[in-house]
């Protein structure tokens, strides 16, 4: 089946600092990747689409400045996390989505924890 | 506006025990989801439901589609503590991946 690898699976970073998370879709290529941030207990919350070649469309209330997202290619997507803050700490996970002549499937990345101190 | 609703949103149940969850919506779909989702790791691909009516087994998990293709169900016979995690629906509004859509999930616990 179609897999999804994010890298790093976890991160701790100093405060001011910037992290940078993959997103990569080994095994067929994805014009759209999404980011989705999620809280403890908590389901996903959408961030931003990343568009290959394009920029990336970004959620209410979610700073681009604050998250850059690069989609450089067709099986790969970046978010950035600048100057990170404690609060910036959270479970950070990327999907892309997998289509067929008669479905659309996600797929998700195993997820990436950051711990920002 | 949710376009998705999942019931109940936390579950916690005895091993062994029987349960469903439901996916629901006033929308129609051309695909729909089903996701686990364990502490620590990202959502896992369960199943894939696409035509009306459509019934899929996973070993102690069967899915169901509406006729209507507008909501879904998981049933877990003789839940396991492995079956611990967050279950989440998601449709796709068309077969171009359009307007995909998750639910808010249902968290289980299952208790040995």
């Known amino acids: 089946g179609a897999v999804v690898s994010q890298h790093p699976s976890w991160v701790i970073c100093k405060s001011g600092t910037s992290v940078k998370i993959e997103c990569r879709s080994l095994?067929?290529?994805?014009?759209?990747m999404f980011w989705y941030r999620q809280f403890p207990k908590q389901s996903l919350m959408l961030m931003a689409t990343?568009?290959?070649?394009?920029?990336?469309?970004?959620e209410q209330g979610v700073e681009k400045d604050k998250f850059l997202i690069n989609h450089a290619s067709l099986t790969l997507s970046t978010l950035t996390v600048t100057s990170a803050h404690p609060e910036d700490s959270s479970f950070y996970i990327c999907?892309?989505?997998?289509?067929?002549?008669?479905?659309?499937?996600?797929?998700f990345g195993q997820g990436t924890r950051l711990t920002v101190v | 506006t949710q376009l998705l609703e999942q019931s109940p949103q936390f579950l916690s149940i005895q091993e062994g025990e029987n349960l469903t969850v439901y996916c629901n919506s006033s929308?129609?779909?051309?695909?729909l989801q089903w996701y686990r989702q364990e502490p620590g790791e990202g959502p896992v691909l369960l199943v894939t439901?696409?035509?009306?009516?459509e019934v899929k087994k996973l070993k102690r998990l069967t899915f169901q589609f509406g006729d209507a293709r507008k909501d879904s169900s998981l049933h877990i016979t003789a839940a396991q503590p492995g079956d611990t995690g967050l279950y989440l629906c998601?449709?796709?509004?068309?077969?171009?991946?359009?307007?995909?859509?998750f639910g808010p999930g249902t968290r289980l616990s299952v208790l040995p």
């Open positions: 929308s129609v779909f051309s695909s």
């Open positions: 990343s568009n290959e070649g394009s920029k990336a469309t970004y």
């Open positions: 439901v696409v035509t009306g009516g």
């Open positions: 999907s892309a989505r997998r289509q067929t002549r008669i479905n659309t499937e996600a797929f």
């Open positions: 998601a449709g796709a509004r068309s077969q171009y991946g359009q307007n995909f859509v």
């Open positions: 095994d067929f290529q994805a014009t759209t």
